[in-house]
């Protein structure tokens, strides 16, 4: 008999909840099939079948809560045994896919298939080693029929049902996110200040280089992001207090740059970490951050990718948002908002230019950073942003 355990935990993350189970007791299984979804507060992280046989005692259900290496079924070994047909899935909430088509989707894209009622078996996987990848499952959906893709319109309720509420638990990501949101309100003493930039240096460099770059590194395309995370790093060497963290009564100033990227996903927002990101060129920063993003959308990310981080940008205008606060990353004493792109009328030289124009808005916590120090390092980014050659010369 083989324990099936919980993967091993980092410190960061003490426990998660066992999500669903794609199998039942008495299921055959296949040697790297998916058995259950565990969340935690970070990721969701899939448990998979060491080898051939049959799910013989699940031990810990759906909603239970688990800690590292703690058993959570057994597996009965046998070479011959053959998967199961798709029907009953144990605790899932709905029909599991068959152990063929289910090893080559992700949580997230499976349970798009059960959303939009796909047989996973008709569509052929792009992704690595043949998985489905959530671009595959939205193909699907845009093929089919409109009868069949367009949404059912509910009946009119009627006047007793006009008021129905639901109540569902919330995810363990979502409850993370507001108790850390809480305690960043209540354990800091957080502060922001705003300023703007001329984006017209950028656009126009964009403009110039974006098809040689994306023809010299494989595809790549020249965005934003990557501007913004350069010009935070040369900020964090000048003003290394940005760059620090409380830890109880002492301040650890870091002698590296971690920057952590806040990206938006079916679960929630996540912050991965661009690691040494200073050692990092534009290229690879854009491809680092396009590949969490992929990662985010089908609940793919590890939760070393997760872990630390020195300074967080987060990037409200890919939502249309002109102006916001963000709120810190404890243990991390700032972090740096970035918006909407937007023509507006300004005075240049005595006269008056149409121009892209950003607002830049910086949190921070006033227990380490000096409003003198976070104005002036808001002040740098934007001076670097107005012109880019001093990202190349470190002036």
Known sequence: MIELKAPSLPESVPDGTIAVWHRKAGDAVTRDEPLADIETDKVVIEVVAPSNGILKEICKHAGDTIISNELIGRIEPSEDAAPAAAGDSGDSPSAAAPASDAALAGPAVRRLLQEHDLDPAAISGTGK?????????????????????????????????????????????????AQRLLEASNSTAMLTTFNEVNMQPIVDIRKRHQQRFEQTHDGVRLGYMSFFVRASIEALKRFPAVNASIDGDDIVY??????????????????????????????????????????????????????????????????????????????????????????????????????????????????????????????????LLEDPTRLVLEI
């Open 254 to 383: 870091h002698g590296y740059q971690d920057i952590g990227v806040a990206v938006s996903s079916p679960r929630g927002l996540v912050v991965p970490v661009l690691r040494d990101a200073d050692n990092m060129g534009f290229a690879q920063i854009e491809r680092q951050i396009l590949e969490f993003g992929e990662k985010a959308r089908s609940g793919k990310l590890a939760i070393e990718e997760l872990a630390g981080g020195t300074f967080t940008i987060s990037n409200g205008g890919v939502f249309g948002s002109l102006l916001s606060t963000p709120i810190l990353n404890p243990p991390q004493t700032a972090i740096l908002g970035v918006h909407k792109i937007q023509q507006r009328p300004m005075a240049v030289d005595g006269e008056v230019c149409i121009l892209p124009m950003m607002y830049l808005a910086l949190s921070y916590d006033h227990r380490l950073i000096d409003g003198k120090e976070a104005v002036q390092f808001l002040v740098t980014i934007k001076e």
């Open 129 to 177: 080693g043949g998985r489905i990848t959530r671009k595959d499952v939205e193909a699907a959906i845009e093929q089919l029929p409109a009868a069949e893709s367009a949404p059912v319109p509910e009946p009119a309720p009627q006047a007793s049902e006009s008021r129905r509420e639901q109540r569902v638990p919330m995810s363990r990501l979502r409850a993370r996110i």
